[in-house]
Structures are given as structure tokens and as C-alpha cells.
């Protein structure tokens, strides 16, 4: 189904703008993705635990197989850039307020609905959560380019934004994709505390602090706790570096606004449903109590005081045997650190 008018697109265009995304494109399917890259990359296991990225490659990979008839992806991107507050320790910047997932998902209904309503056609929208590979369609709907670091990288704005993405039987005019612009910088290879971008454009995820500390459900290597140093929840390190990031401008979304939080040792001693109860509506939530607390000890190991011992050997009399190791761990950095 062709939508005939630059008119029409425009309207769409509008529509999204109103919804809060400040970018809008499209790329017609089917579409040339780095698919050798990404079956090596899982035949190799560098998705480490993550077992669901080894679930319908054949529509991840062929994504004008997600509806009958699909012709075109929208896609869009909203802005979640803001300073990181001052708190002793560090939380990626996108879960710093609530899940832009549930948000930005009720938003692309919306978009969704007028598009049927208005032109009669099928479309199903997606946030992070379906078999899409993002990062490489937006890059086909001109949003920007997969940087060396595996992050979009969008001119203008940066590394900041969240994307969404529309399959639709719409046969829209394609955006002019994305060219590559990282030129001879390596600041994000450089500066990965982990070595986890081994080259560019390559990324192991078992060895990055984003998928060590919020996706891997084991204890955390010792050959990596030192590097992640304060970081609680993520690491934002390869997407600070990015020079395109000079125009980056905070967001205006409410609702990802930071927020409050208490001392590392005083989260300690929360329970599930105290836990349950701050994290609401977080990303922080998925964590569950006990890799919250893991990750707690880890970054006490590596910034805590004296006066955080006696929490950490509190947690370490606990029964759960991972966290009890991670807290012991702690407690003997600070101690050669600190004196015992």
C-alpha cells in the first residue's frame, strides 16, 4: 500500500514530533543487515547468557517477516540525555527514571492506531523487546550510524536516544541511510574499562560492564571488579567519550528525570519489598535483590569506606552465597585499602 504524497509523510512526521521523538525515518524491507557479523558473534557465544538473542534469527534477521505484507520500518528516536547526579556512585543514564520501554511503546500505538485509522494499513510496533536488530535499521532509515562502538551515533545529537520501530505494509518513501562518520576516532575502543569493543564495530558483551552488571546472573569475574570502579547499574563510558555527543541537549521528558536514591551500605539492608517498592516502574528493577546487592558489594569494593564494613559483613553472614562471596570480596579491598 504506496502512500503517494510527501504531504502524508510529513503528517506522520508531525505526529511523532508531537509524541516526543525528534527523529523520524524510514527504510524499505527487505533490507541488507550484518547478518554474517551477528550469527558469528552468536556462534562465537560473545552474547554470553543472554539466551534470547539466539531465539528467531530467521525473523531478526528478516524482519519484513514480522506482519503479512510488510513494506516499510519507521523508525524514531527520543532524546533521554542528562547529566548524571552526584551521588557517589554511577546508573547508566537511561535508567536513571522510569523504563522508557512501557513510555515509548504506548506512544508508538498511538502512532500506530492513526496510521491504520488514516490509511487502512497493518503495522505492529516495537521497543527493544522484539526480534529487530535496532541499531543497523536505523541506520538504514537515516537516524544516524552504528558507531565503532556499536551504539547509534546520531548527528547533530549524539549517543543519547532511545528507538522505537514500526513494521508496517505502508510502502513509504526510504529515508537516505546514515553515513558512517567516526573517521579515524577511537575514543570509545580507548576508553572501555573492560577492552569489550575488541575492534570496531565489534563488541563482546561478556566482557562489558553493562552486561556484567545488569544482564549476567552470576558472580562477576574477579578480573573485571576492579574496572567497574563506581558503576552500580551500566556503564555510559563509550557513549561519553563521542565527540558528536558536544551537541547533545538534556531531554524533556519528565519522567526520565533521576530518581532519589540513599548510600550504597543503607541500600543494603533492603529488603524485596522495599526493593520492589523504589525500583518501581525502573529498569533498576529487573535486577532482582539479589544481583542489586552483588553489584552493591562490588562498588563498595571499590569506593567504600570503613564505615561501610560493618554493612558488607551484615550481608555476608546472609545465606545467599553469591552475594556473601561478592561482600567478602569487598570488605578486603576496603581493609588494604582503608586499614583493617
Not at 159 to 184: E, Q
Not at 236 to 244: F, K, S, T
Not at 269 to 277: G, N
Not at 281 to 303: A, D, E, T, W, Y
Request: glycine residues 8%; contains cysteine; hydrophobic residues 35%.
Amino acid at each position: 500500500m504506496a502512500i503517494e504524497t510527501q504531504k502524508n509523510v510529513d503528517r506522520l512526521k508531525s505526529l511523532a514530533e508531537e509524541l516526543g521523538f525528534h527523529q523520524f525515518g524510514v527504510t524499505a524491507v527487505p533490507l541488507k543487515l550484518r547478518s554474517e557479523y551477528y550469527e558469528k558473534w552468536i556462534d562465537e557465544g560473545q552474547h554470553g547468557t543472554m539466551s534470547w538473542m539466539e531465539r528467531n534469527n530467521d525473523r531478526r534477521l528478516h524482519p519484513e517477516s514480522l506482519i503479512e505484507e510488510a513494506r516499510s520500518i519507521i523508525v524514531v528516536a527520543m532524546n533521554y540525555y542528562q547529566p548524571d547526579p552526584e551521588r557517589g556512585y554511577r546508573i547508566a543514564k537511561y535508567a536513571l527514571g522510569d523504563d522508557y520501554h512501557n513510555l515509548i511503546f504506548k506512544r508508538l500505538k498511538k502512532l500506530c492506531r492513526y496510521m491504520r485509522d488514516e490509511f487502512g494499513s497493518v503495522q505492529r510496533p516495537y521497543v527493544d523487546t522484539g526480534p529487530l536488530l535496532e541499531k543497523p535499521i536505523a541506520e538504514a532509515a537515516g537516524i544516524g550510524w552504528q558507531g565503532k562502538s556499536t551504539i547509534l551515533v546520531e548527528p547533530g545529537r549524539g549517543t543519547w536516544s532511545f528507538l522505537g520501530n514500526i513494521v508496517s505494509s505502508l510502502d513509504l518513501p526510504a529515508s537516505d541511510p546514515g553515513k558512517d562518520r567516526c573517521g579515524s576516532c577511537t575514543r570509545c575502543i580507548d576508553i572501555c574499562p573492560t577492552r569489550a569493543i575488541t575492534a570496531p564495530y565489534q563488541l563482546d558483551a561478556r566482557k562489558c560492564i553493562s552486561y556484567l552488571t545488569i544482564e549476567h546472573d552470576g558472580p562477576i569475574p574477579l578480573e573485571y571488579r576492579e574496572a567497574i570502579a563506581d558503576r552500580l547499574f551500566g556503564c555510559d563510558e563509550c557513549l561519553d567519550v563521542c565527540p558528536w555527543n558536544k551537541w547533545a541537549v538534556p531531554t524533556n521528558e519528565a519522567k526520565f528525570s533521576p530518581r532519589q536514591l540513599p548510600k550504597l551500605r543503607e541500600m543494603l539492608f533492603w529488603d524485596d519489598e522495599t526493593f520492589r517498592e523504589n525500583f518501581r516502574g525502573s529498569p533498576m528493577r529487573r535486577l532482582k535483590l539479589h544481583r542489586f546487592r552483588r553489584n552493591i558489594c562490588v562498588v563498595l569494593g571499590n569506593v567504600g569506606e570503613a564505615d561501610d564494613v560493618t554493612a558488607l559483613q551484615s550481608v555476608a553472614a546472609g545465606s545467599d552465597e553469591m552475594v556473601k562471596e561478592h561482600a567478602e570480596w569487598a570488605i578486603g579491598r576496603i581493609q588494604s585499602r582503608c586499614g583493617s
